[in-house]
């Protein structure tokens, strides 16, 4: 059964000089409404440069991970190229104009000109105390704010 899906970018990621924003198109800035105290985002976003046939066509990858497996089902990455190039990204935010449709973040692993497809607020409920993960990747980072110290380059073959 075949299904249409008609998705709409709500705004752009925007990054210069080391410092990256969301920018709301101007008629998604009300929903922004009450979203002050909220630390973190979780902001799904469009991997347009992947959305490729041929990128969209790759099920599964090359041992894409040092210490992982030879072959890796996509679904069992976080890799942009998918089916669906659907990614998200947790967010800290560090201000939020409401009148410009503006969120600022310290980094977002989009590129400037990403389209964003829904922003969430992130809570305390989402998170999984029994978490299990392959051995392989035991050992990245538990928290979302020791990712940034991580030697992630040691991780990947590419």
Aim: aromatic letters at 12%; one cysteine or more; hydrophobic letters at 35%.
């Amino acid at each position: 059964m075949e299904t249409k899906i008609d998705i709409k970018p709500i705004g752009f990621v925007r990054s210069k000089n080391g410092s990256f924003q969301i920018e709301l198109n101007k008629e998604f800035k009300p929903a922004l409404t009450n979203l002050d105290g909220f630390s973190h985002l979780q902001v799904i976003w469009w991997g347009h440069l992947y959305a490729t046939p041929e990128h969209r066509a790759m099920l599964v990858g090359e041992k894409p991970y040092k210490t992982g497996p030879d072959k890796i089902g996509i679904f069992a990455t976080r890799s942009p190229v998918r089916p669906n190039p659907v990614l998200i990204t947790n967010i800290f935010v560090q201000k939020i104009d409401y009148e410009k449709g503006i969120i600022e973040t310290p980094y977002i692993d989009a590129e400037d000109g990403t389209p964003v497809i829904d922003i969430k607020p992130y809570h305390k409920s989402e998170r999984v105390k029994d978490c299990t993960v392959p051995d392989w990747c035991k050992h990245w980072p538990e928290w979302d704010e020791d990712t940034a110290e991580f030697n992630w380059a040691a991780e990947f073959n590419f």
